[in-house]
């Protein structure tokens, strides 16, 4: 049976009842990030000065 790879991977994360985590995505290369605090959280695009995805290539677990 084949290893299933993962779709996302989590580069970064701080805190744990209330915390932030940079999170990629391993098809497209976009940063995400998401912003826990108890039971709520909210996960947005990364964007650059332009307004553009920044894109992280290579993603290697």
Same mark, same amino acid.
């Given at each position: 049976?084949? +290893?299933?790879? +993962?779709?996302?991977v989590w580069l970064e994360s701080e805190g744990v009842l209330k915390g932030t985590a940079i999170i990629v995505d391993t098809k497209t290369g976009v940063n995400y990030l *998401?912003?826990?605090?108890?039971?709520? #959280? #909210? *996960?947005?695009?990364?964007?650059?000065?332009? #307004? +553009?995805?920044?894109?992280? +290539?290579?993603?290697?677990e």
């Open positions: 049976m084949a +290893k299933r790879e +993962k779709r996302f *998401l912003v826990q605090s108890g039971y709520a #959280g #909210g *996960l947005t695009p990364l964007i650059d000065e332009n #307004g +553009k995805p920044i894109v992280t +290539k290579n993603i290697v």
